[in-house]
């Protein structure tokens, strides 16, 4: 009986390890089923992902490609984001790759494009084939990628208007002359980038400018030698105008008479003087870059020359017959005296004579756009090329709208007003730019200057900070007290108004001035911002002058 209940108790569990042998073939069988399906989205996964990154970065080129030709040619920065989205394999197929540059022109029927004028949005949306994902239906996963980039073009600086500087044969009221200092004359004497000498001595031997921007040859452009260096200037042609002409006023150095010859011409120990260059280019997006595509429409070179004529002095000038550009170089007057109303030896029809053409009778036809105007003083090879050229330059079109004459981000100025104050067009800040930083910088301010004061486009003083020559910051990022917030500065006492002792002296030194601009800043057409200056008894004064809104001029923001 034992022997019996003991062969079925073994066929029992005979059965039993059969039954379950089978159940861990099945479950193993359903586990490898699940881990070869988690294999094949980890590789759909990753595969979707790489791709995901490559679209990702076509969106960003096409976008930067074209945002900086907005906001003027916003067909020119569609056709070229949709260029490079292309160089990157991404093309507008049907029922395929879609590419999508969308612009401020585009939010009234599409609110997912840009309302900042100065950004463009590219949004590239590309099937990608998957591997094991098919054998569950998916054949193709459609990855959309967007980016926006923004383009902030350098702030127009000094002038609204056809012309840079004093014009004594139109009565502007400018306040200053176009500026520019000979290649070894110190940074001392006002002119930030292009003296080559930190301080005094100005010679080739003389302690390098560590913000100097030297004359650099560079290749032939047009078949003329370009060169690099010096200030640029913008002329604005809008679109609809035609046949740009560009005319400078007292363009040579003149040598002899220290600021009573043409406006205001300084020689600096004896020297002969410098040789200035103006070069004008085409238009191209990036204005402040004249290598990158700009093609050199006109260049002049200005040799220095002597302002009296044989036999004359500055109390005793040559009247003797010869023509009217004898004459007026044989005979100083002051600039600032015209401008101001007072007598002059001078017919108006005599100082329009001061004009030259560029190129002489030279008519430019290359478009809507900014033309960059590059002023540079001629390396000398020598020591004794020096002195300080002041000048004007104006521009006017054949037909449709007028030009605009503008410093680009920085300029170099003669000051020179009788009154006690004077107001500048500091710097033209569009509505863009709300929320940002405004930076000014200030060189070699002081010279006599009791305080100045920065007004935005609706004559509102906004608050600043600013800093002090030995560094401090003053304003509402100190805190310290008795500062007023308000950007109206004085320069009569101690800074800080508190009793601290304050470096006050700017001369041969920077301010700083920084200003948060509003979130709901609003300008309509007239965004200038103004900088009024306070110089009792008038200004003598040569000064540099920078603004500049805070960050890349090219980036992405999404």
Known sequence: MRHRFSKIKHHLIGQSDHKESGAVLILMAGMIMVLLGMTAFAVDFGWLYWNGTKIQHGADAAALAGVIYEPDLSATAKTNALEVAKVNGYVNTPGGTKVTPLDYTDLAANPGAVSNANQLRVTVAHPVQTFFMKVFGVDTVTIEKTSVAEYVLPLAMGSDEPFFGQDPTNWNSSNFWANIHGYYTGRTMGDRFSSQCKDGGSTSSCTPNPEARPTSAAPDNNGMADFTGGYLYGIEVPKGASGLT????????????????????????????????????????????????????????????????????????????????????????????????????????????????????????????????????????????????????????????????????????YANFTTSEATFNLAEVPNVHAGKNLVIDLWDPDSGNNGLTVKMPDGTIPDCSWTTPSGARYGPVSGKPGIADKCALSFTGDFDNDGNSATKDFNNDAMQIRIKIPDDYSCDTKCWWTLTVTYPGGANDTTTWSARVEGNPVKLVE
């Open 246 to 413: 560009v005319e400078i006023l007292d363009g040579p150095f003149y040598r002899g008479g220290g600021d009573k010859v043409l406006v205001g011409d300084n020689p600096q120990g004896g020297s002969v003087g410098p040789t200035t260059i103006f070069m004008l280019y085409s238009p191209d997006p990036t204005p402040l870059n004249t290598t990158d595509g700009n093609k050199l429409l006109c260049k002049v070179e200005f040799a220095p020359r002597d302002a009296y004529m044989p036999g004359a002095t500055s109390s005793t000038p040559w009247t003797g017959g010869g023509s009217v550009d004898e004459y007026l170089q044989a005979t100083p007057y002051t600039a600032d005296s015209i401008q101001n109303g007072a007598t002059s030896s001078k017919t108006y029809d005599e100082l329009g004579d001061l004009w030259d053409q560029m190129c002489g009778s030279s008519v430019f036809d290359a478009g809507e756009g900014i033309y960059p105007l590059r002023v540079v003083i001629k390396d000398p090879g020598t020591d004794d090329e020096r002195g300080l050229n002041r000048f004007s330059m104006r521009a006017s079109t054949a037909s449709g709208p007028h030009p605009r004459f503008y410093g680009l981000g920085d300029m170099a100025i």
